[in-house]
């Protein structure tokens, strides 16, 4: 496939979708405490922290890769959260992590961050070769313009999602926004996950033009 034509890994692709509302129901976690939870719930439905994530289903092409055509401001859940957890590039998946740190992107919306901003990302790595395309690929970020952020340190810090709660008239929706919530937030358990977020920290900000030499 030619750079012109290259999907992100991460980018959700026609044919793929949502589980439906029916499939959830309230159970109970190992505390007996009641939670959000699938009727047929498996080990692959709740992330390193117990949090339940949104099934989407997924079409993988012959060579184990997505396929179909892109829905291009759409990011698959599962595919989101595989690269965030396992730093892998949102483009190839290729392992992002190089000796000086792991380089993410972030939007200039609100302004170049310093070295003493928080940030807080739900936006994958990326390898050195697909920086660029990445930058272009992602909506967001061709909307606003991307900086690029080499990280020393990128803890988890949470998710963002839908939050639910369960009444007499059994598991409701909730409103939902972008706010990412942190890990042990006692909401997490009437949640419904759909990005992974972690922090990024002593970092270093670079210019993709400095960075990653013309193609």
Not at 22 to 43: C, I, P, Q, V
Not at 196 to 202: D, F, G, I, N, P
Request: proline share 7%; hydrophobic share 40%.
């Amino acid at each position: 496939m030619s750079r012109s034509c290259l999907v992100p890994y991460i980018t959700a692709r026609d044919g793929e979708e949502a589980d439906s509302f029916l499939s959830l129901r309230a159970n109970f976690d190992e505390a007996g405490r009641a939670r959000l939870g699938y009727w047929d719930e498996g080990t692959g439905d709740r992330d390193v922290r117990g949090v339940l994530w949104g099934r989407v289903s997924q079409s993988i092409g012959g060579d184990g890769m997505p396929a179909g055509e892109p829905k291009w401001r759409l990011v698959h859940p599962a595919r989101q959260r595989e690269t965030m957890l396992r730093l892998r590039c949102q483009v190839c998946v290729a392992d992002a992590r190089t000796p000086d740190g792991v380089l993410f992107l972030e939007s200039k919306k609100n302004g170049v961050p310093t070295s003493i901003t928080t940030v807080r990302t739900a936006q994958p790595p990326v390898c050195l070769r697909h920086a660029r395309i990445a930058a272009k690929r992602c909506p967001y970020l061709a909307a606003h313009g991307s900086v690029a952020l080499l990280a020393q340190s990128a803890p988890l810090y949470g998710v963002i999602g839908t939050p639910h709660a369960y009444s007499g008239n059994g598991i409701q929706v909730l409103a939902a926004d972008d706010v990412p919530m942190p890990y042990g937030d006692p909401s997490l358990r009437w949640f419904l996950a759909s990005q992974l977020v972690r922090t990024l920290r002593a970092f270093t900000v670079m210019d993709l033009e400095d960075l990653v030499p013309a193609a």
